[in-house]
């Protein structure tokens, strides 16, 4: 079996909220999405084409609303309660 080198990337730690919450809004978005979607008008011509279009839309108003949320349950809910 052949082993696949590991890819790594060097980041600055300030940036992580921001990388995090973008991928965490990337896939809940898409998935939010693709639900609404399909159960709204179902699989149809020209899905993937409103799906790209609707996950776009859905995308501008995810990220930045995930990263003031992540923003505030880290800083005013998380940092009260002490962990073990």
Known sequence: MT???TIR???RR?????IFTGL???MMS?????????VKVGYVDGFFA???HSWGLAFM????????CAYLIQEHVLSRIEFY
Do not use: D, Q, T, V
């Open 3 to 5: 082993n696949f080198p």
């Open 9 to 11: 990337i060097r980041i």
């Open 14 to 18: 300030k940036l992580y909220r921001l």
């Open 24 to 26: 965490m809004a990337m």
């Open 30 to 38: 898409l998935i939010i999405s693709s639900a609404l979607l399909l």
């Open 50 to 52: 409103e799906l790209m």
């Open 61 to 68: 108003f995810a990220w930045p609303s995930a990263y003031i």
